[in-house]
């Protein structure tokens, strides 16, 4: 539905900068729920202006449905309102002096594309009634809760009835409930829709929950892209393993290749099932979540057993729904979840098992 092709962008007056695009690829399949990630500054927003043809790229081309719209060798840009694509901006950009109708039915009246005037009524009322408004049609635009008036934003993005749609952190100004509930609402809406969507937002949690893939990015380049549970579960870099969730970040030196690889780290040696790539001797990371952590009982031998570990709880957090846990293993830490109903004080010896298919290795490069 949607292909990037190593877009390049660097904005005017930002020479010296790095670029804010250095080669950004990506597919997207038709009815995905897409969501381009990653931290402040990395290019998500100029990302999406230029898919939608607010911004040009330098270079690059973007297809949709079979349709080039931007080619810098063949000098092709259609223009944004020829695109159709609608867009939510994480400030809504609400009408305040108007009502719900009014607000959905402006593009109709005042946007590129106006539609007869006998049409406006009929299609603002189906975009109400997909986004479950119309009831609210004649509330003004004040009196609505930051949810209701986050889906007036959206029913006036689909009033064309476009073929793409484009979020940009649509979600951020919601307080953290309500975000929530709407994380579950705006994804059910859309694929109940079958449109396809490219959503940005720097938050991993939401990105995990909502999307069918997504683009991991920094500084100007997709790092790893895949579904939530690949970058979760296998990331490929040392930052993406930090940004995806928390997790234990194992430093230590790769002393067998593999597969099975070993890791001589602070805590042990650490077996992994595979070290991709990495020769033997490299300076690693030992990618562990806590999740991975599975802790034995009490009476569980330890010594000599590949990949068990003593060790002791140095410090825990009680959350309600998990217990976050330190360990002291051999010369390093290891964190780990424990239940809440298991009683595990400070000093409590503790003996846990690093499934080798949970570690992932990964480059000691800067995070
Ligand atoms: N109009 C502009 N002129 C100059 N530089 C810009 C402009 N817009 C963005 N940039 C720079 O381009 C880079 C990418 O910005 P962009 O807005 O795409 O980031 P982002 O990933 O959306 O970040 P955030 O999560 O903070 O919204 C940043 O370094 C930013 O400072
Ligand atoms: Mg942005």
Redesign the pocket.
């Given at each position: 539905m949607l292909t990037v092709e190593s877009i390049r962008k660097r904005?005017a007056?930002?020479e010296d900068?790095p670029a804010?695009l250095d080669g950004v690829s990506f597919h997207v399949a038709p009815g995905d729920f897409f969501t381009l990630l990653?931290?402040?500054?990395?290019?998500?927003?100029?990302?999406l202006q230029c898919i939608a043809g607010l911004e040009a790229p330098d270079s690059g081309r973007i297809t949709m449905g079979g349709d080039v719209v931007f080619c810098s060798e063949r000098r092709i840009a259609v223009p944004a309102n020829r695109r159709n694509l609608g867009m939510v901006f994480q400030s809504y950009a609400i009408w305040p002096h108007m009502t719900v109708h009014e607000n959905v039915a402006f593009p109709l009246v005042h946007g590129m594309r106006k539609a007869a005037s006998g049409e406006v009524g009929p299609r603002v009322r189906r975009a109400l009634e997909r986004v479950k408004l119309d009831a609210l049609a004649d509330r003004p635009a004040p009196l609505l809760s930051g949810g209701q008036q986050q889906r007036v934003a959206l029913a006036r993005a689909l009033v064309h009835e476009p073929r793409l749609l484009l979020l940009d952190?649509p979600l951020s100004n919601l307080d953290a409930k309500l975000r929530d509930q709407m994380r579950v609402e705006l994804r059910q809406l859309v694929k109940s829709l079958g449109i396809t969507t490219v959503f940005?937002t720097?938050d991993q949690t939401e990105a995990m929950a909502m999307s069918d893939r997504v683009a991991l990015?920094r500084q100007?380049r997709v790092v790893q892209l895949g579904s939530p549970r690949d970058l979760f579960l296998k990331p490929a870099s040392a930052f993406a393993a930090d940004f995806m969730g928390r997790t234990n970040m194992i430093r230590g030196r790769l002393v067998q290749a593999g597969p099975p690889a070993a890791i001589a780290t602070p805590l042990g040696l650490i077996g992994s099932d595979g070290a991709p790539g990495l020769p033997a001797g490299a300076e690693v990371f030992a990618v562990v979540r806590p999740q991975a952590v599975t802790v034995l009982p009490d009476d569980a031998p330890a010594d000599g057993l590949a990949n068990v570990f003593r060790g002791r709880v140095i410090a825990q957090v009680f959350l309600g729904d998990v217990v976050e846990a330190d360990l002291a293993v051999g010369e390093g830490s290891l964190r780990v979840l424990l239940s809440p109903y298991r009683e595990a004080p400070v000093g409590a010896a503790l003996t846990v098992e690093i499934p080798p298919a949970h570690c992932v290795v990964v480059p000691a490069e800067e995070r």
């Open positions: 904005f007056g930002a900068a804010a990653g931290p402040s500054g990395c290019g998500k927003t100029t990302t952190e940005v720097h990015m100007g």
